[in-house]
């Protein structure tokens, strides 16, 4: 199942924090380009391990309000190839303190039963500290499970620019599933943590290496065998 990195929404979270000087004097419509060695959704694989061709397109006002989509390639292993997440919201500062609230809806086309879900997001930033909490508010997913309503997910990160064009960016999160414990799902709820380290070079995109490690052991509802593997990839991003 899919999210987004640190959200946030996914799409602002590689976007905005690698670009936070974008932002327009009436209105900008953007697009981005993106490629990772791994498409790692809060700490979980959505690729198995392979790489992930992503881009998006963004509208935002001057207001505040902002509009887009983004889409990549996933692979669950049961015939789902791809996701295409739809967002709306709203952001600003007040007196030095960042805000940004919206939706974001998850969308599989192509899987063989329908997993959409969708959040509701808020995060507040001060200075080079942001913290948030993405709430899942709608699900396509029936009865018990994960990502359906009432799941919540929580994070802090900081980034901090660096010399030379180059930051670095801290993230813990923790996913709290509303079905946790329950006989039909066994443990679900986990911490990650993720790490980053990236090189804005101007016309040639931003170029960032990334480490990740998710608390799923294989008993988990999320887990694996290398579920709780430290996930090491790298990314390249090209706006347009």
């Excluded at 899942?136 to 990160?157: K, M, Q, R, W």
Aim: proline content about 3%; overall charge negative.
């Amino acid at each position: 199942m899919a999210f987004s990195s640190g959200f946030w929404a996914k799409r602002r979270d590689l976007w905005w924090k690698l670009y936070p000087e974008i932002r327009p004097t009436y209105c900008l419509d953007s697009g981005f380009y993106f490629c990772r060695a791994d498409y790692l959704f809060r700490g979980v694989t959505q690729t198995d391990g392979s790489t992930a061709t992503q881009g998006g397109l963004d509208y935002e006002h001057a207001s505040g309000l902002y509009v887009g989509g983004w889409g990549s390639n996933v692979d669950f292993g049961d015939g789902t190839s791809y996701e295409l997440d739809l967002y709306a919201g709203f952001s600003g500062v007040i007196e030095d303190i960042g805000y940004d609230v919206g939706y974001i809806y998850y969308s599989y086309p192509d899987a063989p039963e329908s997993i959409d879900f969708g959040e509701i997001y808020g995060e507040l930033s001060y200075s080079i500290v942001s913290i948030g909490v993405a709430y899942t508010a709608n699900s396509d997913v029936s009865g018990e499970g994960l990502f359906v309503p009432g799941d919540i997910y929580y994070y802090a990160s900081v980034d901090v620019p660096l010399e030379d064009d180059f930051s670095t960016g801290v993230l813990i999160g923790y996913y709290d599933f509303t079905d946790d414990g329950k006989a039909s799902i066994g443990e679900a709820s986990y911490g990650h943590a993720a790490v980053n380290v990236t090189k804005d070079a101007g016309s040639f995109g931003a170029f960032s290496v990334n480490l990740e490690y998710a608390d799923i052991d294989s008993s988990n509802a999320l887990g694996s065998v290398s579920s709780d593997d430290p996930k090491f990839w790298l990314g390249w991003t090209k706006s347009f």
